[in-house]
């Protein structure tokens, strides 16, 4: 595809040895166009003739084919996401859908913005790039705010663990969200590593980041003032990533299709590093009107979206951009997505000292155009025009689809196969070994072999971070203001229903920040489906919005954006539809948060909640029968909000010493997740059926532990939250009376071999390497 | 008492140092890296970090930077210097500290809470431990395993200046695992592992790391 446009600029063809300007355009009709190969729809291409009264030109074309791209105008989703705009107006929101990240109120005139995205299909052909520069889109996102990035998350999916694909793909993407976080120096602090069959050939890779910046500061991403110079600053452009969001993005991956590297970004965090610092100083001395990130897209979106969210004139001079590739043809120019650049709006006064901060900073930066009157972008090449478009036809007014939709023809069938009929363990040594199973599968294991390949402490703000429920960042060191953030997404859920889906993980992120002691405050989104062309698939996406949606205006929750990933699917087999939901809270006092691991002998352990048997969809059946039916956990908003409640007020009155939220694996997996965090087990005793008490996956629940018992269970009955006794921590095992007695040793030993097991050991080496044996200095 | 915490382009835990600076109840100066400006600070630090994103090898463009020629000529004259991750990095690329640090022998970054024993309690950083004693600070880094020719280490062992040695695990591999070294007059110090990231309880492992900032204020007042 790079080929071909190539071919159109400078090489053999119709068009060789001519630039395709406006003018020519004008002239030459009826010349054939590659639209197909750039992705384009024959009526898409057609309505770009429409719009401009001609035929655009080669770089015309390459614009609106990315522009277009399902991944930029979210063009199938589109009719469907407004749902999250029409949400009732939320006080807490400064800014909302529509810019690079929403802006939230947390307090003492702090604003905290944050997005989740992702980066899947990149991060499938080159684990390693791909993920890294995942990091850095979205870094570069909340940037683009006027924040100063303080966090990141990764939620992370994977075919089945031990499949061969797995293991080239996961260490890479490992390695590579690690490499880019730790040089950008932002903690990581939290997230999720899953695997299913299903993200085979498609994983999941979505980064989260969170930025935080006073009220007065927020920046947005748009072109005001004519005569304004419109200045690119950052690295210069080369000819990685051309076409990354139509071509990958946007389509599925076929079995026998060209190798796709090409269309993937190489990252340079040192170069993000400084321009991060760059930023915030600019920033400083207010600098700026208006500024973008180059992220999908690149120039073509930088430009035609700072235009069109303008007053809508702009004028580029394209032979003045920095090249890395000086071969490179002004399509592909416009296409590039070479990372860590970002372009600026900034009143000719103010040019100098712009300069001046970038020179001090090792930052490129050159002035490339002007805002202009009138509302059409123009872009010029020595002199030639070839660009002349209205930015809005470009950016904020793409197709869009009402795409067809139908209920998946395996759904009854499949929400018929009951997971109740599954083979239940009975006897205490069945229980243990069920229970070890769970603790021990890929989903359940001790995840420090990738998050000890994450800075945790970097800024020194980290107050809870991996494997807690959910991260906690101080943002101001003499109050101790502080926020929360949880990234939950159970696709298993989802796949037998995905309104439900979505309402169980948003209220699996509510519940993990309001375990650490934060108030919820705000949603993000990142949406992980198959393709829209298929009915199935665009039925579970329309579904899962409605039920995120719906869910949200019950907990009185903005959403303030996200990210729709389509096209995850190889062949005909699209993946488990996967909402990745994050949730904000806010923390008045972080010296209050709340861990989840015991630390003190002889405390007692209560469980907060009704336990119900709901065995569809858990970890349990997926674990041990390998089957995936039924329905999910019923969702119970209220219970939520009430239970979310009770929790800040426990941890405000310093009733309870830690709090760990029950999902997947249930009870099973928060006791042995508890007991092992500092090696302090507890005798306990389960009333009625002890299968469901260790495994059902009912919701709204939480395990605490309190040297107040008394007091926990008054606050908690006058709140109306059921609580159920369960033991008294201490000694070295988690004993059931009558029927176990597990020891943390064992426990220990299965829960952590598993992911060295799988992806390698470091121990193995250290320490065995003999002094004098290495290179020397 | 002014501790100068420099910043080279790439530097991450500039803030954090000079954090525990404040905290151990120093000032803290912000040095630039392109400046031949030292502001008349009595010690300095180089943080953690990526300083020209590891590039080359890490360390070894900041080492030439313009403000380290003063340090280095500086430390020739007895100013107390800490190199801390990738500042360790740099003192041993300027010259200042023996041996290199080259990739974990298991090529992953890894970062976790690292045992220490203290082998030196009489340098200018490290006078508020004791010998023998066992602190917890981070440890994060992807290029920290100590390395030197053998003849070297043993010098080095002989002449007691190796302050800190892992304990519980060898997180990289380094050679008879070493965690830190000192100059020949125990006042420039570099490591691998983190003190400025345990200087507080809600967000270190401990507050064990507090001592090499408390330590050095009592050196600049001896000296």
Known sequence: ?777 | MRIGVLTFPGSLDDVDAARAVRLAGGEPVALWHADHDLKDVDAVVLPGGFSYGDYLRAGAIAARAPLMQDVVDRAKQGLPVLGICNGFQVLCEAGLLPGALTRNSHLHFRNRDQVLQVERADTAWTTDYSEGQRIVIPVKNGEGRYVAADADLDRLEGEGRVVFRYVDGNPNGSSRDIAGVTSEDGRVVGLMPHPEHAVEDLTGPSTDGLGFFTSVLKAVVAA
């Open chain 1, 1 to 777: 595809m790079t080929q071909g446009l190539s071919d159109l600029d400078t090489g053999p063809g119709r068009l060789a040895d001519r630039l395709d300007t406006v003018e020519l355009a004008a002239r030459t009709p009826d010349d054939e166009q590659p639209y197909a190969e750039l992705g384009l729809k024959s009526d898409e291409y057609a309505r770009i003739r429409d719009i401009l009264g001609r035929r655009p030109t080669t770089a015309e074309l390459a614009m609106y084919s990315v522009m277009w791209s399902e991944h930029c105008s979210y063009k199938s989703s589109k009719v469907h996401l407004r749902q999250f705009g029409d949400l009732p107006p939320s006080d807490a929101l400064l800014v909302g859908i529509g810019e690079n990240a929403g802006v939230v109120d947390v307090g003492d005139g702090y604003a905290v913005t944050f997005k989740v995205e992702s980066h899947n299909h990149p991060s499938y052909v080159e684990p390693y790039q791909g993920a890294a520069t995942g990091v850095g889109g979205i870094v570069r996102d909340i940037l683009t705010m006027g924040a100063r990035p303080i966090a990141v998350m990764d939620s992370l999916r994977f075919g089945r663990a031990d499949a061969p694909d797995t293991a080239r793909v996961l260490p890479g993407v490992v390695a590579g969200v690690g490499g880019y976080g730790n040089c950008l120096g932002l903690p990581n602090i939290g997230g999720e590593l899953l695997f299913d069959d299903c993200y085979a050939g498609n994983p999941l890779v979505n980064a989260l980041c969170v930025g935080v910046m006073k009220h007065e500061d927020v920046r947005l991403a748009k072109a005001e003032g004519v005569g304004n110079k419109v200045i690119l600053f950052g690295a210069r452009t080369g000819g990685d990533g051309i076409g990354g969001v139509s071509v990958l993005a946007s389509e599925t991956f076929d079995a026998e299709g060209p190798a796709k590297r090409p269309s993937v970004q190489v990252g340079d965090p040192f170069t993000e590093k400084l321009l991060i610092e760059a930023c915030l100083e600019i920033f400083a001395v207010d600098l700026v009107t208006g500024i973008q990130d180059l992220g999908g897209a690149g120039l073509s979106c930088a430009t035609s979206e700072l235009a069109s969210a303008g007053t809508g004139g702009m004028h580029i001079d394209l032979d003045t951009v920095p090249l890395r590739d000086s071969t490179l043809t002004p399509a592909e120019i416009l296409m590039s997505e070479s990372q860590e650049r970002m372009c600026a709006i900034v009143e000719p006064a103010k040019v100098e000292e712009f300069l001046a901060v970038c020179r001090k900073w090792d930052v490129l930066a050159t002035v490339i155009g002007e805002v202009t009157d009138g509302d059409r972008l123009t872009v010029d090449w020595h002199g030639e025009r070839i660009v002349d478009v209205p930015p809005r036809t470009v950016a904020h007014e793409g197709p869009v689809y009402e795409r067809p939709m139908q209920r998946p023809a395996d759904l009854d069938a499949l929400q018929a196969d009951d997971a109740a009929r599954l083979p239940r363990p009975v006897t205490g040594a069945e229980l243990e070994a069920h229970w070890l199973a769970v603790v021990s599968s890929p989903d359940g294991a001790d995840k420090t072999w990738v998050t000890e390949q994450y800075d945790r402490y970097v800024r020194g703000n980290t107050v809870l971070a991996q494997p807690e429920d959910a991260g906690v960042v101080r943002i101001d060191e003499e109050s101790h203001r502080g926020i929360a953030l949880s990234l939950d997404g159970n696709a298993r859920y989802a796949r037998l229903d995905p309104y439900l889906g979505a309402q169980l993980n948003l209220a699996e992120a509510y519940r993990n920040v309001a375990v650490s002691g934060a108030k919820p405050l705000a949603v993000t989104n990142c949406l992980n489906f198959g393709s829209p062309e298929e009915p199935e698939v665009m039925w579970q996406f329309a579904e899962a919005v409605r039920g995120l949606a719906d869910a949200c205006r019950e907990l009185g929750l903005p959403v303030t954006g996200g990210n729709v990933s389509l096209y995850n699917q190889t062949g005909d087999v699209p993946i488990n539809p996967t909402p990745v939901i994050g949730v904000l809270g806010v923390h008045d006092d972080v010296r209050r948060r709340v861990p989840s691991g015991w630390r003190q002998e002889g405390e007692t352990v209560l469980l907060l909640g009704e336990t119900r048997p709901e065995f569809g969809g858990s970890a349990w059946a997926s674990v041990v029968h390998g089957h995936l039916g039924g329905r999910p956990p019923a969702v119970d908003l209220a219970a939520e909000r009430t239970l979310g409640d009770l929790l800040a007020a426990l941890g405000r009155e310093g009733l309870i010493t830690s709090a760990h939220d029950l999902a997947d694996g249930g009870l099973a997996q928060t006791l042995a997740e508890s007991a092992l965090r500092h090696g302090v087990g507890a005798r306990l005793h389960l009333d009625g059926d002890p299968f469901t008490a260790l495994f059902s996956e009912s919701t709204a629940r939480v395990v605490v532990t309190t040297s107040d018992p008394g007091g926990v269970k008054t606050t908690a009955q006058w709140a109306g939250v059921p609580v159920t006794e369960l033991g008294t921590t201490g000694g070295a095992a988690l004993t059931v009376d009558g029927l176990l007695d597990l020891p943390l040793d064992e426990l220990r030993a299965a829960w952590s071999a598993t992911l060295p097991a799988l992806f390698g050991s470091p121990e193995a080496t250290i320490g065995t390497v003999p002094a004098g044996t290495v290179p020397t200095s």
